[in-house]
C-alpha cells in the first residue's frame, strides 16, 4: 500500500529556457527539460561522468553544458548515438529489467541486488543547506558546483543565487529575508571588483604565464576570500551517482527531514529516479516500509532534540582544533595488524610479540609496513585502520563545506548559527572592506535570530554567511588520515582547510604521541603559498597545449 502523502508546500526555481531543437535533442538524454532535478539516461558512462566533471567548474546547468560543449562533438558520438535510440526498445529493456528484479527480489529476498544497478542524478538551484544533507551518505558519489572557480555576481532568472525557504513565503519576515540576502550578494560584487584589482597589484602577471592562467588563479583568489559573504541559501548544483540502494536511504533521510527544502526535493528525486531504476524504489513511501523508516527518523531527531535541552550551556571558548581521543597504543596495534595477512597467528598474539619487541624493531616493522611512498597516492594497508583519532574542529562554514566531502571517516556537525563568531579575511580588511563586512554579519545574525524564534533554528541556517564558524567532529582512522591529511595540505588547497589539517597532523604526532605515524605522512605540506592555485592552473594548460588546445585570452 502506497500512502497519501500530505501536500508538500511549492518549490521556487528557475526554470530554464531551451528552443524547441534543443528541447527535442534534451528528452532523448535527460528525464526531464523544465525541472531543478533530472536524470541523465542513454549516455555512455564516461560521457556522463565527463558532464559532472565540468559541472562543478561552471555557473552552467548541465543541461545547457552538454548542448554547449558536448552534443555536437563528433569525438564523442552522441549525435550517432541519439539515431540509434528507440523509445519502444528502452521501454521493453526497463520491462524486462523490472521483471527480473521482481523474480530476484521475491524469491530471494536479496537486498543487495538494489546495490549492482545505479543512475546519474542532477540537483541544482539546491541551497549550501541542502547540498550537505544531498551529500550525507558514504556509499554514493557527489559533484558540487564550486565557490572558487565561479562568481556570485551575476543573477538566475532576475535574482541573485539564494533560495528562499517556503517557511517564509508569505510571512511577515520574507521581505527582510529577500532584502538582506540581496544585500549580502550586492556586497559580495562590490568588493569582487576591488578585491581582483588587489589581487592582480599583488601578484602581476608572470612572463610564462597566459592571461587565462594567471586570471583564473587571480579570481580562484579572490574568490576563497569573499565567498564568507555568501549565505547558506546559496544555490548550487549537485551531480550524483549512487546505487539504487544508496539514494532509497537518501530519499528515508530527505523525507524525515525538517525543512521543506530537503522533503520537496525528496519527491522530485524519487519521480526522476523511478523513470530510470523504478524497481529499487517502490518501498520509499509504502506505509509499512519506507514511510515508517522516515518516521522512525523523525521520532527519534524530535527525542533527541529535547534531551537536548538537559544540558544546553554556553559554549566555553577552544581552539580551532581539538584532539579528543586517540589510543596511547596506537603504534602497537598498527605494528601487530601490519604482520596479520602475513602470519598465520591470531590477533591477540602477534599484539604479544610486538609488544616486547624493542622499539628500533617495532619501528623498522612499521618503516617496511608503509614502505617507499613515491606520492602521497601511495597509501599503507588496512593495518593502518586498526588505531585512529577523534577531532573536535571549530572553523567557518566555507572550511567545513570543504573537508564535509571526506565521507569515509565518520563526521557529525552541529547547525549552523551566528553563536560561534565569525571570521574576516586579512585581504578584506586591506581592501577596506572590513567594515562592511562586520555590517553584513551584524545584519544576518539579527535576521537569524528573528527567523529562530518564528520558524525554529533549521529555517534559521539559511540566513548564516559561510564566514560564520561551526562546530564538527571527525573520527577517522589513521589510514583515512594519510588520504585526508595529505590531500588537503597541498599547495593549491585554500589556505584554512590547510591550516586546519595542518594542525591536526601536528597533534597527531605531538599531542598523541604518534610519530611513526605522523612521519609515515610524509606528503604533508606545511609550507605557505601566496597563489595557492597557480601551478595547478599552469599544469592544466600544459596539458591542454599538448592536446592542441590554446588558452582563450
Not at 617495532?362 to 617496511?368: F, K, P, S
Not at 599547495?491 to 598523541?512: F, K, N, S, T, W
Request: proline share 5%; with cysteine.
Amino acid at each position: 500500500m502506497v500512502t497519501e502523502a500530505a501536500p508538500a508546500p511549492s518549490l521556487a526555481y528557475h526554470v530554464e529556457p531551451f528552443t524547441d531543437a534543443e528541447r527535442r535533442v534534451l528528452e532523448r538524454f535527460f528525464t526531464n527539460t523544465d525541472l531543478p532535478v533530472f536524470g541523465i539516461v542513454n549516455l555512455p558512462e564516461v560521457v556522463k561522468g565527463a558532464l559532472f566533471a565540468r559541472y562543478s567548474r561552471s555557473p552552467k546547468s548541465v543541461r545547457r553544458l552538454f548542448l554547449d560543449e558536448f552534443y555536437d562533438q563528433p569525438e564523442i558520438g552522441i549525435d550517432e548515438i541519439a539515431s540509434r535510440i528507440a523509445a519502444d526498445e528502452a521501454s521493453v529493456r526497463l520491462q524486462r529489467a523490472e521483471d527480473l528484479y521482481e523474480r530476484v527480489f521475491n524469491q530471494y529476498g536479496d537486498d543487495s541486488v538494489a546495490q549492482l544497478g545505479g543512475a546519474h542524478l542532477a540537483c541544482e538551484q539546491a541551497s549550501n543547506i541542502l547540498t550537505k544533507i544531498l551529500e550525507w551518505g558514504r556509499l554514493a558519489a557527489y559533484l558540487e558546483q564550486s565557490t572558487r572557480y565561479m562568481l556570485y555576481d551575476a543573477k538566475l532568472g532576475g535574482r541573485y543565487r539564494y533560495h528562499i525557504p517556503s517557511e517564509l513565503v508569505g510571512g511577515p519576515l520574507e521581505g527582510e529575508y529577500t532584502a538582506t540576502m540581496d544585500s549580502l550578494f550586492a556586497t559580495y560584487s562590490s568588493l569582487m571588483e576591488r578585491m581582483l584589482a588587489y589581487y592582480e597589484t599583488l601578484h602581476p602577471r608572470g612572463d610564462g604565464d597566459s592571461k587565462f592562467v594567471w586570471r583564473s588563479t587571480i579570481r580562484a583568489k579572490a574568490c576563497d576570500d569573499l565567498r564568507g559573504l555568501l549565505p547558506a541559501s546559496t544555490i548550487s548544483n549537485v551531480g550524483i551517482f549512487a546505487t539504487g540502494q544508496a539514494f532509497e536511504m537518501m530519499l528515508l533521510r530527505m523525507r524525515a527531514h525538517p525543512l521543506a527544502e530537503a522533503r520537496m526535493y525528496a519527491d522530485l528525486m524519487l519521480t526522476e529516479l523511478r523513470k530510470i531504476i523504478p524497481a529499487f524504489l517502490r518501498r520509499v513511501d509504502v506505509a509499512d516500509r519506507g514511510v515508517a523508516w522516515s518516521d522512525y527518523l523523525r521520532r527519534v531527531a524530535a527525542g533527541m532534540g529535547d534531551a537536548a535541552v538537559s544540558v544546553a550551556e554556553p559554549p566555553e571558548p577552544r581552539a580551532e582544533v581539538t584532539l579528543v581521543e586517540w589510543d596511547a597504543d596506537a603504534e602497537l596495534k598498527i605494528a601487530a595488524a601490519s604482520l596479520y595477512a602475513y602470519s598465520d597467528l591470531p590477533d591477540d598474539r602477534l599484539l604479544e610479540l610486538v609488544r616486547a619487541m624493542p622499539a628500533d624493531e617495532r619501528a623498522r616493522l612499521l618503516r617496511a609496513y608503509v614502505g617507499q611512498r613515491s606520492n602521497r597516492r601511495h597509501k599503507p594497508g588496512r593495518a593502518m585502520e586498526r588505531s585512529g583519532y577523534r577531532f573536535d574542529i571549530l572553523c567557518d562554514y566555507g572550511i567545513f563545506r570543504d573537508l564535509q566531502r571526506h565521507r569515509m571517516l565518520t563526521l557529525e556537525w552541529q547547525r549552523l548559527s551566528p553563536a560561534h563568531g565569525y571570521v574576516i579575511p586579512e585581504a578584506v580588511a586591506d581592501i577596506d572592506g572590513a567594515g562592511v563586512w562586520t555590517d553584513a554579519m551584524d545584519r544576518t545574525a539579527e535576521l537569524h535570530a528573528a527567523i529562530a524564534r518564528h520558524h525554529g533554528a533549521d529555517v534559521a541556517q539559511y540566513v548564516v554567511p559561510f564566514a560564520y564558524k561551526i562546530r564538527f567532529f571527525f573520527q577517522l582512522s589513521a589510514r583515512e588520515a594519510f588520504h585526508l591529511l595529505e590531500l588537503r595540505t597541498s599547495p593549491g588547497g585554500h589556505p584554512d582547510y590547510r591550516r586546519v589539517c595542518q594542525e591536526m597532523h601536528r597533534l597527531i604526532r605531538d599531542q598523541a604521541g604518534h610519530r611513526l605515524v605522523a612521519d609515515a605522512m610524509r606528503f604533508v605540506d606545511y609550507e605557505s603559498y601566496d597563489l595557492a592555485r597557480i601551478e595547478s592552473e599552469r599544469r592544466s594548460a600544459a596539458k591542454r597545449a599538448a592536446l592542441g588546445i590554446a588558452d582563450p585570452d
